[in-house]
């Protein structure tokens, strides 16, 4: 070979060693001029994380300030698969930390397709504690909170539940969950090649959420539920509902369903269940919507109280044949004993004095048909037909509360109304937020006072010498008016179907509270002078006592005692 091959050979080696030394610096400063800032990212992120801290969801409380549904501190913990060293170790650890199988924790910290995975959420503070003095590359930890509710099925119905990402899913815990929730805080912290934080470089403090304190009385809730559950049970029925209200403020200090929840397990709860009937589900009252009809006619001045009436059995209307609940001849009674005795041909008769239109705009009048405005999600409005859908025979069912469809807090807000000397409050669930109270309305107008105390009259006849007398309270005074009703099924009326109810005001002379019960498809007996009528009675007394009202009738204490 001579020189001037090996000088060639030389020469191209030299260009071609310039030219991948170009190349490299080229793409060096393309890097550096041009790419450096998304490197500089990349490699920030590797080094960096951000961590959001959950804010501390609100308290709610009862009118006493008992919680009903409070945050728990438990521990998150998780894993940044690509930094983990040992993960057989990680997994042993964990599982024997946190009571997991080890085997899935492996699966999932091996994963290095993930920057991140959940070993477990909200998992017990102190066994995360322990697991992490052991400072195991690649395991993260950050507090969290666990929504708790301490007395499990007490007002479950009306609280509801949050998920496990601390949001609101049904009940006040959705409705509320703005205010509740507050704003969640964040920290990013510096981590060594290992993933272990070694610093925080930037923190924004989370903002909790606020407390509320609802109407809600854990002891009167809790006793209306366990009363209400019992004669559930007593009669073999579908289930029951009851509610306690305030009179003169609309506060509901009670709002039972049966059968309850334990809102801690409300995921393996069905849907039916966790259901709050008293505000969504709809029933024909039966009697206890002759209170709308007879003082719709005492305030129109149609009858008054001692307005006569000769009655025959039956009353035909249009196409229908109306009867009493119970045989009996041809009888001459004034309003006031149709009220006590529960007359269906005699309320239909006033009925058709009043007239379809004037009905009609009393039905309206007294909240039927519209929603009362509870503050709660899901109310339903009712169902009350518009006067121009009405039939001929709709005179002879609608005033007897057959054809029309309400929903339990209606119902017993009606009452009230008559109660509070006629003004109709909205009823309300939530009494402070964040230690600011809810306003409280001036009320509606519905009947005047004159015809509210002329109803409460005849409520107490009820009570004394009518259909509702197992409602009696020891020592006080009641006014009220049962029901039994045939539900609707298949277009027509079931024959063994049957919804039993009482709604009542205690004392009867300066009412109180306003109590409904209902009791679905009782088997044994349907009355509600039998089935519910006894139930309003025990709850009655109870609240009675735990509110220190004192007693208005201490003379009935014996006659109820011997009776």
Not at 168 to 182: A, C, K, P
Not at 301 to 319: E, N, Y
Not at 452 to 481: F, H, I, N, Q, S
């Amino acid at each position: 070979m001579n020189d001037k091959l090996v000088n060639r050979r030389i020469r191209i080696l030299v260009v071609l060693f310039g030219l991948i030394f170009a190349v490299t610096l080229g793409r060096a400063t393309w890097i550096q001029a041009v790419q450096g800032h998304s490197y500089d990212a990349m490699a920030s992120r590797q080094h960096h994380e951000t961590i959001e801290i959950p804010a501390g969801r609100g308290t709610i409380y009862d009118r006493t300030g008992e919680p009903l549904a409070i945050g728990e501190q438990t521990t998150t913990v998780f894993a940044d698969p690509r930094a983990v060293l040992d993960p057989k170790t990680a997994a042993i650890a964990a599982g024997k930390s946190l009571g997991l199988d080890p085997d899935d924790v492996y699966k999932r910290i091996t994963d290095r397709s993930k920057g991140f995975v959940y070993v477990r959420r909200k998992a017990d503070a102190l066994a995360a504690a322990v697991l992490e003095q052991r400072e195991l590359p690649g395991l993260g930890f950050y507090p969290e909170e666990l929504r708790s509710y301490p007395q499990r099925d007490v007002a479950s119905h009306v609280l509801g539940f949050a998920g496990l990402d601390n949001h609101g899913l049904e009940g006040l815990e959705r409705s509320l969950d703005g205010t509740l929730s507050g704003k969640p805080g964040s920290q990013t912290v510096v981590k060594d090649p290992f993933g272990r934080a070694i610093d925080v470089v930037e923190s924004r403090p989370e903002r909790p959420g606020k407390h509320v304190t609802l109407t809600i009385d854990n002891q009167i809730q809790a006793h209306a539920e366990s009363v209400l559950a019992r004669y559930v049970r007593r009669w073999d029925a579908r289930g029951g509902t009851a509610i306690v209200l305030d009179r003169r403020t609309g506060a509901v200090l009670a709002m039972a369903n049966a059968p309850t929840f334990d809102a801690n397990r409300f995921a393996v709860t069905s849907a039916d269940l966790r259901r709050n009937r008293a505000v969504t589900d709809l029933y024909e009252p039966g009697s206890t919507f002759k209170l709308v009809t007879i003082a719709a006619a005492l305030e129109d001045g149609v009858v008054t109280p001692r307005t006569p009436f000769t009655l025959p059995s039956s009353i035909k209307v249009a196409d229908r044949v109306i009867h009493e609940h119970d045989y009996r001849p041809t009888t001459r009674m004034t309003v006031r004993q149709i009220v006590s005795g529960s007359s269906n041909v005699g309320t239909v008769t006033i009925a058709e004095l009043l007239g379809p239109g004037a009905l009609a705009g009393w039905i309206e009048r007294f909240g039927f048909g519209k929603r009362t405005g509870v503050d709660f999600p899901g109310e339903s409005p009712g169902l009350a037909l518009p006067l121009e859908r009405w039939s001929g025979s709709t005179i002879g069912t609608v005033p007897i509360g057959q054809g029309i469809a309400v929903t339990p807090i209606q119902m017993v807000s009606a009452y009230a109304a008559i109660g509070n000397h006629g003004l109709l409050m909205r009823p309300r669930l939530v009494q402070k937020v964040g230690g600011k109270g809810t306003k409280i309305g001036a009320g509606r107008r519905v009947v005047s006072r004159r015809t509210a105390d002329r109803m409460m009259a005849m409520l107490r006849d009820v009570v004394v010498e009518g259909t509702g007398t197992e409602a009696a309270v020891p020592g006080y005074t009641v006014a009220g008016k049962t029901g039994t009703a045939s539900k609707a099924e298949n277009g027509g009326y079931s024959r063994s179907n049957y919804v039993a109810s009482f709604v009542g005001l205690v004392p009867a002379k300066n009412p109180r509270v306003a109590i409904l019960v209902t009791i679905d498809e009782p088997k044994g007996a349907i009355w509600g002078g039998v089935v519910a009528a006894p139930a309003f009675a025990e709850i009655a007394r109870f609240d009675l006592q735990y509110l220190e009202v004192p007693p208005d009738a201490p003379q009935t204490r014996i006659a109820l005692s011997t009776r």
